[in-house]
């Protein structure tokens, strides 16, 4: 049937949208509506679309959790809203967002559809700081160079929902973006994957250390933390070194050794950083002091961790670099109880070899 002069309107959507294979191809007068502002309720549910039709589920389930309602919206907008092709108006994932009014329970169910396990490998071999998935910035060509030729992990974890615009600004100059994960569902979930990947450990390994350490750190029990950590850590294999392939080169100063020697320290940092981001807790890692920078602060409900990490070094140094750069200064008034810790790597057992802590 010829439908020439006939159509007059062709809607096409997809996963992915690629670069235009053909310099003089129809496809290359197509409008990309991604990212254009008519579109930007189209695929999702709004903040007043959920009010409105959904408040008798949600009034029961407040209800059910002992929370008021205003508390439980902004708790159900954490967990499941926060998807924008703008960067201004922010939509709920509508497959999580049914099956939690359904099964009346907060948990990750759009991570049920598929395990990111390409994407995860990619970030670890690629050796992608996780750390910089919370805030990359982007201008407006990034949404129109994806290539099935130079598959870019960025541009992957955008184009499946992993990350999305979390706000954008637009000028003479042309537009910028902020991309990061859109909600806890999405964060906790890739963060979870991301430690089973850096770790080579099955899930319930992961799970029950995760368990064990949140536990431990929640407690102000920092032995508990610590020895479960060395349960992450073990068994990393000689064959399992952080891939050359994202290997920073050596600068004219360092000898190839001083550079896997950096190379061990990140991917130490790194798994200490997931393993406590995926917890209930602030985390900060790289933290600028006025002498430094501190490697991690980790805080509870009740407990303010500051951590020092050494690489074939001892956790005395770790603890002593904290007091004399002044790092704990700024909590001198704080009503949580701080901890100083310092643990100590060892690259050749690839595990933690020693530490220590004292209450600041």
């Known amino acids: 049937m010829d439908l020439e002069g006939h159509l007059h309107f062709l809607f096409i959507t997809g996963v992915s949208?690629?670069?235009?294979v053909s310099l003089f191809s129809d496809l290359n007068n197509l409008t990309d509506l991604s990212n254009d502002p008519l579109s930007s309720t189209l695929l999702g549910i709004t903040q007043e679309e959920l009010e409105s039709n959904f408040m008798d589920y949600l009034s029961l389930m407040a209800a059910k959790y002992k929370f008021s309602i205003t508390d439980f919206l902004v708790e159900v907008k954490n967990w499941y809203n926060g998807y924008s092709f703008d960067g201004e108006t922010s939509l709920y994932n509508p497959y999580s967002l049914l099956l939690f009014l359904h099964k009346q329970r907060f948990d990750n169910y759009w991570f049920e559809t598929g395990t990111p396990t390409f994407l995860v490998e990619?970030?670890?071999?690629?050796?992608?700081?996780p750390k910089?998935?919370?805030?990359?910035?982007?201008d407006n060509y990034f949404f129109n160079s994806f290539s099935l030729e130079h598959l870019d992990i960025i541009g992957l974890l955008y184009q499946t929902g992993y990350l999305t615009i979390k706000s954008a600004n637009f000028s003479i100059a042309g537009s910028s973006y902020i991309l990061g994960y859109p909600n806890i569902e999405v964060r906790h979930s890739m963060i979870y994957n991301l430690t089973q990947a850096y770790t080579y450990k099955t899930k319930s390994v992961v799970s029950q250390a995760m368990v064990r350490m949140q536990e431990g750190l929640q407690e102000g029990?920092?032995?508990?933390?610590?020895?479960?950590?060395?349960?992450?850590?073990?068994?990393?294999?000689?064959?399992?070194?952080p891939s050359s392939r994202g290997r920073r080169k050596a600068?004219?100063?360092?000898?190839e050794e001083e550079t896997l020697f950096k190379m061990w320290?990140?991917?130490?940092?790194?798994?200490?950083?997931?393993?406590?981001?995926?917890?209930?807790?602030?985390?900060?890692?790289?933290?600028?002091?006025?002498?430094?920078?501190?490697?991690?602060?980790?805080?509870?409900?009740?407990?303010i961790y500051l951590m020092e990490f050494k690489l074939d070094g001892n956790s005395t140094n770790a603890i002593e670099q904290i007091k004399n750069r002044e790092y704990a200064a700024s909590y001198q008034n704080a009503t949580k109880k701080v901890f100083?810790?310092?643990?100590?790597?060892?690259?050749?057992?690839?595990?933690?070899?020693?530490w220590e802590w004292e209450v600041f």
């Open 340 to 354: 100083l810790v310092g643990v100590n790597f060892s690259k050749e057992e690839r595990n933690v070899e020693d």
């Open 122 to 129: 990619t970030i670890r071999n690629e050796y992608v700081n």
């Open 265 to 303: 320290e990140g991917y130490f940092q790194t798994i200490i950083y997931l393993v406590t981001s995926y917890m209930d807790m602030t985390v900060q890692s790289g933290v600028t002091k006025h002498k430094g920078r501190l490697d991690l602060v980790a805080e509870s409900d009740d407990f």
């Open 221 to 241: 029990n920092i032995d508990v933390f610590i020895q479960q950590l060395k349960v992450i850590l073990s068994d990393i294999s000689h064959h399992l070194h």
């Open 132 to 138: 910089e998935l919370e805030r990359i910035k982007v």
């Open 17 to 20: 949208k690629f670069s235009r």
């Open 251 to 255: 600068n004219k100063k360092e000898t």
